[in-house]
DNA sequence: TTTT
DNA sequence: TTTT
C-alpha cells in the first residue's frame, strides 16, 4: 500500500507546537493551496483547500524554529484519518496529513523573501538526513568524492 | 501551489456511478490503504486508513467499467475539502481525493489476479492520453518511430 | 506500470523551442536541482544535478512564453531513456524528463521575484485544464458553485 | 530543490549486491517501466524504459533480501547523473535512481504471487521506520491508541 | 548552464 | 487562517 501526499502552499498561523507527557514534540498547522480560474463573467476566482498538517519529532522542531505564518513550504507526507464522536454522539471524521518531510519554498516577508530559500539555511533536511542511510558516509579517513565511481564496486 | 496525492490500494466496493443534470459522469469510492506494525506485545496490528475518491467524465467512465470491489489500484489526484452545516447546525467537513488518473494493480479475483494487468486492459490510460498532448502525433505520411532521434531538432 | 518524476529546480537557461515538419512544439531546457552539505571540514559543498527536460506541444508554447532562465519552477513528467550509436559505433544512452506539467515557483529577477507567481500568470496550468476533464464543467445555464454539494447525486 | 522519482514496475535480474570497503552495503537493479499504445496499424506496440536503480546500506540489505527477477515493485527515490570519460576520452553519462525507499507489489512466481504482498513480510518498510520518527512513540505504561485524540494537546 |  |  502506498499513501503518498504532495503540498506546496502557504501557512496560514505560525505552527501551534505542544510536548506530549512522553517527550514527543507535535507541531501543527493550516496549509493553503489553491487555484486560480475565471468564472463565466470572465473574472478571477480563487479556490483554496485548507489541510491540516501534522508534524512529529525532529521535524516538529524543525517546524518550530524555522516555520512562519505566511512562508510558502512544499511538503511531503501521508493522510490519515480520525473517526471519533462529538457531544451529540455524531460521529465525525478528521483529516490530517502526517508529513515528514518539509522544506521552504518562500519566505512571505520581503527580508531574503525574494530567493529560493538555501538548503544552509535548513540544516535537518530529508537530503542530509538521506546521507546517512543512503550513501556510504565515508569516515574522513576514507572520504569518497560523489563522482569516485571507480571506487564502487561495479 | 501543488496538490498531489498518489495512492495505492484496495476497493471496499464497486464504484457508485450517477450523471449530472448536465450530462457529466461522476463516479465514487473508498479506497483503503494501511499499514503493518507490531505492537508492544509484538503482535501484528493493521492500521487501515479508508480514503474517499472521486471521479469525473472520462475517468468516471473508465472506473464504472473496469473498477471492482476488491482490486487494487494506484491512483493520482488532489485533495478537496467541503464544509457544510448538519440538521443540528453544526460545521461538518468532508475530504475527498479528486482522482485524475488511476490504473489496476491487480484484479482481485483469482482469474487474472496473478499478473500485473496490462495497459492493454486500459485504454484510456493516462500514457495513452498523454501521447495526444505530450508527443509529435505524427501523421499517417510521416510517422516518427520514438527512436528516431535524429529528426528531432536538436 | 507507473513513472513519474517531480522536480522543483532552476533553469540553466532559457527554453530551446522548435517545430517539427509536422507542426508540433518542442521545447528543451536544462534543470538544476541541488543539495548542500557540510563536508568533513565543515564547509558547505553543493552537489548539483542537471537534468535534461523535454516539453510538447502546449505544454511547450506555454514553456516558450513563461520560462526564462534562473526560473524556479516545479515540475511533473515520466523518466526515458533513448539508446544511440555515436561516430565510433559505441552505444551511448541519453536520458531526458517529458514533463507534462510545469508551474514557476519563482521569477529570477527582482521584480516580481519576491512572490509566488500567481496562476493568473499562468492561464493554462494543469488545474484549469483539469477543470475541463475533472468536474461537471456546467454551462453558464446551471452554473454549480464549487459547494453546491447538494447537486450532486450522493 | 526538489528531486524525486516514483516508479512502479519490473525487476530485469536478482539485484546485484557488493560491500564497499567501509562496511557499506550496495545494491544495484534494473527496472521495467512500461506502457502500450497501438500504432497506426492498429496493432499494440510496449515501449518499454529500462531504469538504472541504486540503494545503499539497509535499504541494499533490504533489496538482497527481498528482491527477486520478475518481482514488480513500488519504489521512491531521487534522480543522479554522473559525467565521465571513457576510453577514447568522450565525456559519458550516467543517470541512476537512488532509491530510499521500495516496496512489492507482486511477486513474479505463483506462490503467493496472486497476492499484494503483506507489509508482514517487509518488516523495514517506511511505515514502520516513519512510526520511530513520525509518531509518539509511547512507552509501555503509557501507550496511547491512535485514535485516543483526546490526549492529544490540541 | 541555474541558484544560494 | 495564507498567498496573488
Known amino acids: 500500500m502506498v499513501n503518498r501526499v504532495i503540498l506546496i502552499g502557504n501557512l496560514g498561523k505560525d505552527p501551534e507546537v505542544r510536548s506530549l507527557e512522553n517527550g514527543a514534540m507535535v507541531a501543527k498547522f493550516s ?61 465525525r471524521k478528521t483529516t490530517e496529513i502526517v508529513a515528514d518531510y518539509f522544506r521552504i519554498v518562500k519566505n512571505s516577508s520581503g527580508a531574503n523573501g525574494a530567493s529560493f530559500p538555501s538548503e544552509k539555511d535548513d540544516p535537518n533536511n530529508r537530503n542530509n538526513v538521506s546521507n546517512v542511510s543512503d550513501a556510504p558516509m565515508p569516515t574522513a579517513s576514507e572520504e569518497l568524492p560523489v563522482t569516485a565511481d571507480d571506487d564502487l564496486p561495479f
Chains 1, 2, 3, 4 share one sequence.
Open 31 to 91: 496549509l493553503a493551496t489553491g487555484e486560480s480560474y475565471r468564472d463565466k463573467e470572465g473574472n478571477w476566482q480563487e479556490q483554496t483547500e485548507w489541510h491540516d498538517i501534522i508534524v512529529w519529532r525532529a521535524v516538529a522542531e524543525r517546524a518550530e524554529k524555522s516555520l512562519k505564518k505566511g512562508m510558502t513550504i512544499y511538503l511531503e507526507g501521508k493522510l490519515t484519518h480520525r473517526t471519533w464522536q462529538d457531544k451529540d454522539s455524531n460521529n
